[in-house]
């Protein structure tokens, strides 16, 4: 099992250990009773992890000692809501869950915005575990303590940061995961290796059909090489104010066209237009060479991620979504854009007319 330190130097309190291994579920078991976080812990699951893995995680932590039950949601996006946290806490407050307890988030993005929100708020803080068990959770938001939850006017306007305390992250979790779901946390690591190496993109780039076929130890490398850039970069920018917006490269274009189709596109799909849309904007702005913008989108056209906007997602949505996102300061939208593979930037302003223009060239 490897083991990396995330440093977080200013509350060490905070820092905390990412795990990584093929079937290391009873080794998770006994680095959790060691911790000694909690005499009780409750796993939060979605309908679909809590029937493949539910009792398969309770038997672990039962046979190190720990008392341990589950409370499962409906499966799916639609379910990253208040009326959800509200059912989770409520479903809590009826079991007797008090300040002594922990939380284990089992599953993929929204399972772990859900806990670790709840567990951010829940009796003004209790821990949080992240267990993800799909390969955008592993490489991406099951690692840097941000959670989030959906309003109908945006993606993620209401979260926390909120460290959990450990990352267990078992590539056996990935065997059962749908083929449309592994493709789409692929969009994040595509972003990685845009965003801060090369050569990872490179390997992408030569290994596509590897990794699409599952090969475990060309897996193990890139969840663990994705893990590193992640972890590094939340070391410098926690609370997601310098540096860490970077992480951002595709997201503001891609969350807009998320939220603007009612959260019918994957993120990995919308992240992956977005990606080809930053791209794009960062060609036609003279930064970013030709050669460059052709790598990304064929990287992603290979990876079976999407490459188009579908005609059904109105453009005047697209933007007015991007006006919402999150990581608008004023009147100005940050945009993550590129001056070559591996060297990202952020610019404050670009132009409706130019961003106008690209949505509609990734609809024909």
């Known amino acids: 099992m490897k083991r990396i330190k ?3 130097d200013k509350q060490s309190s905070l820092s905390h250990e990412i795990c990584i291994g093929h079937n290391i579920l009873d080794r998770i078991g006994l680095v959790i009773a060691k911790g000694n976080l909690s005499h009780r812990y409750t796993v939060i699951a979605d ?3 809590a029937a493949l893995y539910g009792e398969e995680v309770l038997g672990v932590l039962n046979e190190v000692h720990l008392k341990a039950d589950l409370i499962e949601f409906p499966a799916g996006e639609a379910s990253k809501n208040m009326e959800t946290v509200l059912a989770v806490v409520r479903e809590l407050i009826g079991r007797g869950v008090d300040r002594s307890s922990a939380l284990i988030a089992l599953g993929g993005g929204v399972t772990g915005d859900i806990a670790g929100f709840v567990a951010s708020i829940y009796m003004r803080s ?7 068990t799909t390969l955008m959770a592993q490489v991406d938001s099951g690692i840097g303590g941000k959670t989030g939850i959906d309003l109908p ?13 450990f990352i267990f992250i078992d ?7 749908p083929d449309d779901e592994f493709i789409n946390g ?12 090369a050569e990872l993109f490179s390997l992408l780039e030569g290994k596509v059909d590897a990794i699409r076929d599952r090969n475990p130890q060309i897996l193990q490398a890139i969840v663990e090489r994705s893990c590193k850039i992640k972890k590094g970069i939340v070391e410098i ?4 104010v310098g540096v860490r917006r970077i992480l951002n490269f595709g997201h503001t274009i891609g969350h807009a066209v998320e939220a603007a189709s009612g959260y019918t596109i994957s993120h990995g799909n919308a992240v992956s237009v977005g990606m080809i849309a930053a791209a794009r904007i960062s060609e036609k702005m003279k930064y970013l060479p030709s050669g460059d913008r052709s790598r990304i989108q064929d990287l992603v056209r290979t990876a079976g991620l999407a490459d188009r906007i579908p005609e059904t997602v109105g453009t005047d949505e697209i933007i007015s979504k991007t006006g919402t996102d999150k990581k608008k300061e004023g009147d100005s939208v940050h945009f993550v854009l590129l001056k070559k593979i591996g060297m990202p930037f952020i610019n404050g302003s670009v132009e409706e007319a130019l961003i106008r223009e690209t949505i509609e060239e990734l609809k024909q």
């Open 186 to 197: 692929l969009a994040e690591v595509v972003k990685y290796g845009v965003i801060d190496d």
């Open 6 to 8: 995330v440093n977080l």
């Open 47 to 49: 309908s679909t992890v």
């Open 237 to 240: 920018d926690e609370k997601d």
């Open 126 to 132: 209790i821990p949080c575990i992240q267990i993800p």
């Open 171 to 177: 590539l056996r979790f990935l065997e059962t995961l």
């Open 153 to 165: 006017e945006g993606k993620n306007l209401l979260g926390t940061f909120s460290q959990p305390r």
